[in-house]
């Protein structure tokens, strides 16, 4: 799939529909910096006429991305690889809100605040193993070395 001059192998994503794979490829260019924040993302347009689908589909995959917060869409003029406050932003307000919806279940079930307390500490924690093991995994797979796989770790925090 070409986005902008960049042509990246969707092959681990075929089973998915379109719109799913043209958000994944630029969701891996996001995160790989290959495109950086207020960068200027290929438009609607070129991103159908480069891969052959509806300029639609382009939309929709950017839609997607705007929703997780790695975008930001400016009417006429294009779409934006969103800034990290703006991301962090979205991400605390969708976290607070959940952390509110969790917190009245949680009051109806008569369940304290420290054990809700506890709950969520240890998702977070199996959620930082988690990753940490994919990170190593990634690592072991392009034959990095344990200090680079520690260094990966780290930036990540």
């Known amino acids: 799939m070409n986005i902008g001059d960049n042509v990246v192998d969707m092959s681990k994503y075929a089973d998915m ?27 609607n347009h070129r991103l159908s006429k ?3 689908f509806a300029a639609l589909t382009a939309r ?11 975008v930001r869409t400016k009417q006429g003029v294009g779409t934006f690889v969103a800034e990290a406050n703006y991301v962090k932003e979205e991400l605390e307000f969708e976290i607070e809100k959940e952390l509110n919806t969790l ?3 949680y009051d109806s079930l008569y ?19 988690n990753e ?3 990170t190593i995994t990634k690592a072991l797979e392009n034959g990095l070395l ?3 796989v520690l ?4 930036e990540m925090n």
Request: aromatic letters at 4%.
């Open 111 to 129: 369940v304290s605040k420290r054990e809700l307390r506890k709950k969520i500490e240890t998702k977070i924690r199996e959620k930082m193993e």
């Open 103 to 105: 917190a009245k279940h």
């Open 17 to 43: 529909p379109i719109t799913q794979q043209l958000a994944q490829a630029i969701r891996g260019l996001i995160q790989d910096n290959t495109y950086l924040p207020k960068d200027l993302l290929p438009s």
């Open 60 to 70: 929709n995959a950017y839609m997607i991305l705007e929703k997780e917060g790695l």
């Open 151 to 154: 260094e990966l770790f780290d």
């Open 132 to 134: 940490l093991d994919a």
């Open 50 to 52: 480069d891969n052959g």
């Open 146 to 148: 344990a200090n680079e």
